[in-house]
């Protein structure tokens, strides 16, 4: 019989969180509780994290409904469905109870509105928030162009107003290579995701009420000279590239 301790790191699909035990249990009758209570076998990743292969990205709001028994969604939310099956696999009746009759604006990426959803206070007005990326290309066997790959994403950057980015990015914003913990009402450029999903960025950023308002990308170091680190290959070096989009919510 496993023995769980009282700080929980966990990987669900991909995404890390960090957790109380008894925040998990909160709910005895759910899944999760009947995991971290034996009930139920739980495996663990390469780096012994617990492990749940479910969505990662709305965890996030599994975690927020057991820790306050209520569930806040932002003010234009599409995932609504897809939090609700979330909800469902786990077992937590009251937050699908919740999810039905909770009356906030959702919208399909698609949809518009006549007037703009009101602004959350928390998040404020004209804010920008920048994503950046790092990625590589490689050619394909024949060496053509038209047979260029997408071959890797390293690492999602987020650059913008402290609390404005926690708000939106919430426990995927990875902190630890910010400098300046605690001062809260201030601008950083060192925060990262801690997923490489490029789409599942833009849907947090869509859903606050931020639209795109520029990108644009460039070679990282095409034809630098530099000597190559251990195990990099020389062709995918050349292929390196760095991206940038702007989101506004004016």
């Known amino acids: 019989m496993a023995s769980f301790p009282s700080v929980v790191d966990l990987n669900v699909g991909g995404v890390t969180y960090t957790t109380s035990l008894s925040t998990l249990t909160a709910e005895p009758n759910s899944l999760i509780a009947d995991l971290f209570t034996n009930k139920h076998t739980i495996g663990k990743d390469s780096q012994g994290r617990y492990f749940i292969d479910r969505d990662g990205q709305l965890f996030r ?7 306050t028994k209520k569930i806040v969604l932002p003010d234009v939310f ?3 469905e897809r939090l609700r099956t979330e909800a469902e696999y786990y077992r ?23 007037t703009p959803p009101p602004v959350s206070p928390s998040y ?4 920008y928030i ?11 066997r024949d060496g053509m162009a038209s047979d260029v790959k997408f071959r890797k994403l390293t690492r999602i950057l987020v650059s913008g107003k402290v609390l404005i980015c926690r708000e939106i990015f919430g426990e995927t914003l990875n902190e630890s290579r910010d400098p300046d913990h605690g001062q ?8 990262f995701l801690k997923h490489l999903s490029l789409e599942s960025a833009f849907d947090s950023l869509q859903e606050a009420g931020f639209r795109m308002v520029g990108s644009c990308g460039s070679g990282t170091s095409c034809g630098s000279g530099e000597p ?3 195990g990099m290959d020389s062709e995918e070096n050349r292929w390196n590239h760095y991206n940038e989009f702007v989101f506004c919510r004016p």
């Not at 404020?124 to 804010?127: A, I, L, P, S, V």
């Open 92 to 114: 937590l009746t009251d937050l699908v109870s919740q999810l039905a009759t909770n009356k906030r604006l959702s919208l399909t990426p698609y949809q518009s509105t006549a």
């Open 124 to 127: 404020g007005t004209n804010c």
């Open 228 to 230: 190559l680190k251990p």
């Open 78 to 80: 599409a995932e609504r």
């Open 61 to 67: 709001f599994i975690l927020d409904y057991l820790r």
């Open 130 to 140: 920048t994503v950046g990326y790092r990625g590589s290309f490689a050619f394909g």
């Open 184 to 191: 809260d009402d201030r601008y950083t450029a060192r925060y």
